[in-house]
């Protein structure tokens, strides 16, 4: 039986954590994208996931046909059925949940609560399935993590002003940051059993049909389904393609080899992304909490990487 040697392992692992990151960085620019067709073209957040997913589930499926993996994802949905819609579902349960509370309570608690708890509700479950407890580094690159979160979400120039209903707001938050963390959490399991292409598909593609019939709601309740101009529809495909397709299967590909808690402090880099994009392209304030924020999430990030 051959025997890795640390230094691959260790190689091995910060590519992991490198396209887990890639991914984060993908996902922060999808809320400037949502936001602009919601200011343009009036569609709601439901109606752009929707889209957003079944626009990412065509195209994974057209390449899976391509790269002969159809066999490949059909053995997978046999394998393991429950647990492949339950990580596509949880995807899109977790998107709709955050973008509700973000309306009923502000961008910044719904961000704070929803990522900070995940990787906090990750690291327990993974020390209490293995029996141990965490060592002061980990909770040190942990807490870094979230007080940079709070930081750069309080103060990156989108203010913390909610709706009306900021108790179910809260709820829905700490439902989101659950979510997340089980569908990372299970998504770890499966990604050490399959490609990243081809679970990317098959939960994209529950995905999609769980969120399909908000295209009918939206339809029904006479509210905009799709983008008009060729910008918007622009817009919507990169949301499909580049923040769902490719950032999932970054994801995925990347929990090979990094461990679920980690994996979930490395995509705290999306709201980094995602501050630097407004401050760049929409001119917002990136006052110096916000940019202490960054540089705590970026310290935890790179505390992450494995030595040789």
Do not use: K, N
């Not at 059993?193 to 990317?200: N, V």
């Not at 399909?212 to 910008?231: K, Q």
């Not at 001119?283 to 790179?302: D, K, Q, S, T, Y």
């Amino acid at each position: 039986m051959a025997v890795i040697s640390s230094p691959v392992r260790a190689r091995s692992s910060g590519l992991g954590l490198a396209q887990v990151c890639a991914a984060g960085v993908l996902w922060g620019t999808g809320g400037l994208a949502v936001t602009v067709l919601h200011e343009r073209d009036g569609l709601g957040a439901m109606t752009v996931s929707a889209w957003r997913m079944l626009l990412a589930a065509v195209a994974l499926i057209g390449f899976a046909a391509l790269t002969r993996r159809t066999g490949t994802a059909l053995d997978l949905l046999r394998r393991r059925p429950g647990l492949t819609v339950a990580v596509g579902c949880g995807t899109a349960a977790y998107q709709g949940l955050y973008f509700v509370s973000v309306l009923l309570v502000g961008v910044s608690v719904a961000t704070v609560v929803s990522l900070g708890l995940a990787p906090i509700l990750a690291a327990v479950w993974e020390h209490v399935r293995a029996g141990t407890r965490p060592a002061p580094r980990q909770v040190v690159v942990l807490l870094a993590a979230l007080a940079g979160l709070v930081l750069i979400s309080a103060t990156a120039g989108h203010g913390t002003g909610g709706g009306d209903s900021p108790y179910l707001g809260l709820t829905l938050a700490v439902a989101a940051g659950i979510t997340y963390a089980a569908t990372t959490v299970l998504g770890h399991s499966l990604a050490r059993q399959t490609d990243p292409i081809t679970l990317t598909t098959c939960t994209t593609t529950a995905g999609a049909l769980a969120l399909a019939p908000f295209l009918l709601i939206a339809a029904i309740g006479r509210e905009p389904v799709l983008g008009t101009s060729l910008p918007s529809l622009a817009l919507l495909a990169y949301l499909g393609l580049a923040t769902m397709a490719l950032a999932y299967g970054l994801l995925y590909a990347g929990l090979r080899t990094t461990s679920g808690s980690a994996a979930t402090i490395a995509t705290l880099l999306e709201p980094v992304a995602a501050a630097l994009l407004a401050a760049t392209l929409l001119h917002e304030r990136l006052p110096w909490p916000a940019i202490a924020g960054g540089v705590l999430i970026l310290a935890a990030v790179a505390a992450l990487r494995p030595s040789s």
